[in-house]
Structures are given as C-alpha cells and as structure tokens.
C-alpha cells in the first residue's frame, strides 16, 4: 500500500538535545512538507520540498533543519535552538492542485 | 495575516442533523480549496476538494459550497454521524515558484451527538 510512514510516534527530548523525525514516502510525490501542530493553531508550515537536494522554508523554520537526499525521505531534525518544540509534527507529500496532500500519521515531540 | 480562517472553533450537532463548517479566506488567487478531517494523535485525512472554478462538489454525504465573491466556502455534512466527530481543517492552495502551497485555517472540532 501507498503511504508516508512517519516514525517514531511519540518522541521524547531532554533539553539542549538535538532530535531527528523521519519521514518515509512511497507515493512518488515530488513535494514533501513538514507541519507543526499546536492547539488552537491549526497547521503550521515548517519546510518543504519540490525536488531532491532543494528545500525552502516554512514559516517557522527557526530551530529546524531538513535534507531531501532522496525522493522518498524528508528527515526533520529539531535543533536545540528550537525554543518550544513540544508538539505535534505532521509530515506530508504532494501532488498537487485539488489533490492536496497525504498525511503521515505523525509524531509527538515532548521535551522533559 | 491569516489568510484562511475557520471562525467557529466548535460545532455541535445531533445524530442525523446536518454540519455546516465554514472558512473565510482573504487571497483571491487561491485555486484549489481543500476539507481535511483529523482524529486526536493521528494525520488529517483529505475528504473533499473544489476547484476556483466550480461553485459545488459533492461526494457522498459530503458537499462543499464555494462562493467566490464572499471569499467563503463552507462544507456541509448529511445527515451527520457519530463517527463524524473530529477536528475538520479548511485549506486553500496556490503555486507560488512551482511549488504548491496549502494554507489551512484552524479547525473546527465537530461533535455529533447520538
């Protein structure tokens, strides 16, 4: 079956660690996002990318990096710098237009 | 600046009865308009979607409405079912440099009661 495989599902990270969140397609998208949800606001666009090695930022790219190796993986590493990375992160592919996207099932990332 | 608004942050409705969600948005150049549906700790899953061009899009027990000059589009569920209770994300799509972008509003979570 086709599908994004996010992992691990629930993460946890002591302070001043560095954590990395995987994300794995089969779909042949191109495009590969990563979200952050928060409650009560809604979806929250943190990278993406339209091709291999390209990626751009989101709007609250400040504290995450990403790399796009290959077509199918669009790893997210929650840097230290990332001042309230406890959250919800959701990644997605795309194919376009009225298609929108394929969700994963996501991660939850609680800082302790 | 949020360009795509969900002002109804809940919705309660009986078993049978019918939802009516509803989303504003702001940019005009927006060309496709997407209703997510999400349970709690799991992805959005894609229920329906309309084009800029068309002004209805049915699919079942779901329609989505979309009135261009009142920059509104509303999604309408009948008859409403328990299982249908979840959190249900408006989102809007633009090419902006080749890539497609979706925009989503804040949720609605809706609640069917039996």
């Known amino acids: 079956d086709g599908g994004i495989t996010q992992s691990p599902k629930y993460l946890f990270r002591k302070e001043g660690q560095n954590v990395t969140l995987s994300c794995e397609q089969n779909?042949?998208?191109?495009?590969m996002y990563w979200y952050r949800q928060d409650p009560g606001q809604g979806l929250r666009l943190i990278y993406y990318?339209?091709?291999?090695?390209?990626?751009q930022k989101g709007d609250i790219a400040e504290g995450y990096s990403v790399s796009r190796e290959k077509k199918e993986s669009f790893p997210l590493t929650v840097t230290s710098a990332q001042k309230n990375p406890t959250a919800f992160y959701l990644c997605?592919?795309?194919?376009?237009?009225?298609?929108?996207?394929?969700f994963g099932s996501g991660t939850r990332l609680t800082v302790v | 600046d949020q360009q795509v608004k969900q002002n109804s942050p809940s919705l309660s409705v009986q078993e049978g009865r019918i939802s009516i969600l509803n989303c504003d948005y702001t940019?005009?150049?927006?060309?496709?308009f997407l209703w997510y549906k999400k349970y709690p700790a799991e992805g959005p899953t894609f229920l329906i979607s309309?084009?800029?061009?068309?002004d209805k899009n049915e699919d079942g027990r779901f329609t989505v409405f979309l009135n261009k000059s009142a920059k509104h589009l509303s999604l309408h569920i009948v008859p409403s079912q328990p299982g249908d209770s979840a959190v249900y994300f408006c989102?809007?799509?633009?090419?902006?440099?080749?890539?497609?972008?979706?925009?989503f509003g804040t949720g609605t979570r809706l609640k069917v009661l039996a």
């Open positions: 997605a592919s795309s194919i376009g237009g009225g298609y929108g996207y394929t």
């Open positions: 779909l042949n998208h191109d495009a």
């Open positions: 990318s339209q091709i291999v090695n390209d990626f």
């Open positions: 940019n005009s150049m927006f060309d496709y």
């Open positions: 309309i084009s800029s061009i068309k």
């Open positions: 989102a809007a799509s633009a090419r902006i440099s080749g890539t497609y972008k979706y925009i």
